[in-house]
């Protein structure tokens, strides 16, 4: 089982959802970056379940920093963060010690670790694990706004309501760091989560898209072929769990163009090379170019959903049905928005310091 994520600055995460605590080690950072106690905090609250639209488990989620920081600063050291978990009800998975729930990875589990993976509330594959990160996360995100980087995600879409697009990248990015629910758009916030809690009285779930923009990186930075911006990027969107697609600029839709509307047309303003419009998301040959980093992933519906389902007992082999109990979200979508931002925070801090050198980042 591998953890561990990043090259020069990495993060590892540990825990089990149903475990006495979770958490992340962040190790590479320089020493000198302010570490703020309440910011983390403050991320935490736009992980947490909240209202009608999530999970009943209300976990604290108080954030101890146990190593690596001393005086609101890094030492340099690895910055250890634990989280417990406060609010479990493991009885609730008693049943499903065998029955394989459709859409979660009970079966995969069983396959790769062979009856010995802890299974309560999906063990080490929950979004409970997501935690961590984000508390990891708001250490690289402060670190980068003080080089003027900023990152911004928003429910692009969810339930087939569509939010507005970004118009103003640093006025929009501000606003959605402040809201819970992030849609730009009142009336489409309102109606996503009228859908939402459709979905929940049915007993069902939904998904959505978020869009992503990150504001303020240099031109430069990531490699050509295998270790680009977007695949570096990619590889960790797609370890957040419910993820299954990743597109940046244009996406898929680029492929429908010509190139002559797909290309990004160069102008010079002030001394810097800008383009006219930003098809392709920022990147180029997988580095930089300077313009805003846009991209979008794809959360599926929450999986644990309350209709019978069927499915194989693994200790028999025999098909039976199953129905889920418990504290489920029928949306994940608009608290995964936090864990998207905190991940690219994570890449972006690692690219930039095996481009510019570690002590870039307090500098």
Known sequence: MKNTFGSSVAVT??????????????????????????????????????????????????????????????????????????????????????????????????????????????????????????????????????????????????????????????????????????????NAKNEMMQKIEQAKRNGDSVGGRLETAVIGLPSGVGEPWFDTIESVLAHILFSVPAVKGVEFGDGFEIAEKYGSTANDEYYSENGSVCTKTNHNGGILGGITNGMPVLFRTAVKPTPSIYKEQNTVDLNTMQETTLQIKGRHDPAIVHRARVVIDSVTALVLCDQLALRYGTDWLAE
Request: aromatic fraction near 8%.
């Open 13 to 186: 995460i540990f825990g089990e959802s149903h475990g006495n605590m979770i958490g992340a080690v962040l190790d590479g950072l320089a020493p000198g970056i302010d570490v703020d106690e309440n910011f983390i905090a403050s991320q935490m609250e736009l992980r947490k379940s909240v209202g009608s639209l999530s999970t009943a488990r209300r976990e604290a989620d108080e954030v101890k920093i146990v190593s690596g920081v001393f005086n609101g600063k890094t030492t340099g050291t690895p910055i250890t963060l634990i989280i417990e978990n406060k609010d479990t009800r493991s009885k609730d998975y008693g049943e499903l010690a065998y029955k394989a729930r459709p859409g979660h990875a009970d079966y995969t589990a069983q396959m790769k670790y062979h009856g010995f993976q802890d299974f309560r509330g999906g063990g080490h594959f929950s979004g409970r694990i997501t935690a961590g990160l984000v508390a990891a996360g708001a250490v690289a995100i402060n670190a980068l706004r003080k080089k003027g980087i900023y990152i911004g995600t928003h429910i692009f879409s969810c339930a087939g309501v569509f939010d507005r697009d970004f118009i103003n990248l640093k006025d929009d990015i501000n606003t959605l760091n402040s809201l819970d629910f992030a849609v730009l758009d009142e």
